[in-house]
């Protein structure tokens, strides 16, 4: 019980934080974003409301080691994604589990970099607010999926123009004195064939930015390598908006969902 209060305690301070009085604004664009090469995040994912799970993680480049707590099935899991190489194992398993992702699958830029295009979307200058101590501005963009149709595919950056999400709001919260990303939060509307629309949720906030930080594949021996095929399951509607690390953690929730209907 005490695991589970601990939990819903972290996950609401990752969720909500206290925002300024004052009202919201329109603005035409995002501020200049700076790209840390490295630093620390906590992140805590849920589906239509169902929580899925939190964790802990560290990132280098592109490369993502992250610890999860799977909620539902009370276990922990363990991925590491460098390259378009990822890497899974669960609970005390020594062993590893390895699949290469799809192209469109793999990030373009670190998990602290925003990629989604704020050209011609709606954006909003919410209100000032502490991420970790840290002062920020938050400011939310509403996605208009016929918006979003219309933008060149190459300036989409990870959103591609086959989303299928029905609507979907990002709120970043950018360092007022760093100008670094400090926590972003995604809510999206997405249709799943068995399940109809589908609530997917995902907060992540970031610490301890261009401090060293380490991340390598596991020994080559202790991977049993997957086919292809099996980061299929990764292609769910919506999938794209969520940093490719997070979706087997997604793919896993929603495949629970319907095998539960």
Do not use: C
Not at 148 to 162: D, Q, R, S
Not at 190 to 200: F, I, S
């Amino acid at each position: 019980m005490a695991h589970h209060v601990l939990s819903l305690l972290f996950i609401v301070g990752l969720f909500f934080g206290i925002g300024s009085a004052r009202a919201a604004e329109p603005v035409s664009a995002l501020p200049e974003v700076k790209a840390p090469t490295s630093g620390r995040f906590d992140f805590a994912l849920a589906i239509n409301q169902q929580v899925l799970g939190y964790g802990k993680g560290e990132f280098t480049g592109t490369a993502v080691h992250a610890v999860f707590v799977d909620e539902q099935q009370d276990q922990l899991i363990e991925l590491v994604l460098v390259g378009d190489q990822l890497f899974l194992r669960e609970g005390v398993e020594q062993r590893w589990l390895g699949t290469r992702l799809d192209v469109q699958d793999v990030p373009i830029a670190g998990p602290a970099t925003p990629t989604l295009p704020d050209e011609g979307l709606a954006i909003t200058n919410v209100g000032t607010t502490e991420v970790g101590g840290v002062p920020t501005t938050q400011y939310q963009i509403s996605i208009d999926p016929a918006q979003l149709a219309a933008v060149p595919a190459a300036e989409t950056g990870t959103v591609p123009n086959t989303t299928g999400l029905n609507e979907a709001k990002v709120d970043l919260f950018i360092g007022t004195n760093d100008s670094f990303l400090r926590k972003v939060q995604l809510t999206a509307q997405v249709p799943d064939p068995q399940l109809g629309n589908v609530t997917l949720e995902a907060v992540l906030v970031f610490s301890a930015l261009n401090e060293p930080v380490v991340v390598g594949p596991p020994p080559a021996n202790l991977v049993d390598q997957l086919p292809v095929q099996a980061a299929s399951r990764y292609g769910f509607a919506g999938a794209q908006l969520v940093p490719a690390w997070t979706r087997p953690v997604f793919g896993e929730g929603l495949a629970r969902l319907r095998s539960s209907r």
